[in-house]
């Protein structure tokens, strides 16, 4: 099974960009649709964005379309967030989640079961 491992979070002023990496070990990445989630301090974790297994499709939560991008390199067994005009909302632990496909692509936390520790992303105003 796949176990994915974030990194790339940091401390950033609004209106700057962060790229997040994930790398994945274990398993066939390239079998895996891909998805980040984050979570901040008292709220519900909540998704982010997904990719399917060849890169292909791609989904959005509304509060980051437009600024953020997903994408993947199946040679590499990573998949990226490039986040873009960075807001102090988009300050949270991001979460890496790995899941096999089973028709379109879920933003529902409980369809990943494979998650990675995390990483703090911190807004600064």
């Known amino acids: 099974q796949v176990q994915p491992v974030e990194s790339g979070g940091g401390l950033v002023q609004a209106g700057d960009s962060l790229r997040l990496s994930c790398g994945a070990s274990?398993?066939?990445?390239?079998?895996?649709?891909m998805a980040w989630f984050r979570q901040a301090p008292g709220k519900e974790r909540e998704f982010v964005a997904a990719i399917s297994t060849g890169g292909g499709n791609t989904l959005y939560a509304d509060s980051v379309k437009g600024r953020f991008s997903i994408s993947r390199d199946n040679a590499k067994s990573t998949v990226y967030l490039q986040m873009n005009s960075l807001q102090v909302e988009d300050t949270a632990v991001y979460y890496c989640?790995?899941?096999?496909?089973?028709?379109?692509?879920?933003?529902?936390?409980?369809?990943?079961?494979?998650w990675g520790q995390g990483t703090q992303v911190t807004v600064s105003s």
């Open positions: 989640a790995a899941h096999f496909p089973r028709g379109s692509l879920s933003p529902r936390r409980y369809d990943y079961p494979y």
């Open positions: 274990g398993g066939t990445f390239s079998s895996y649709a």
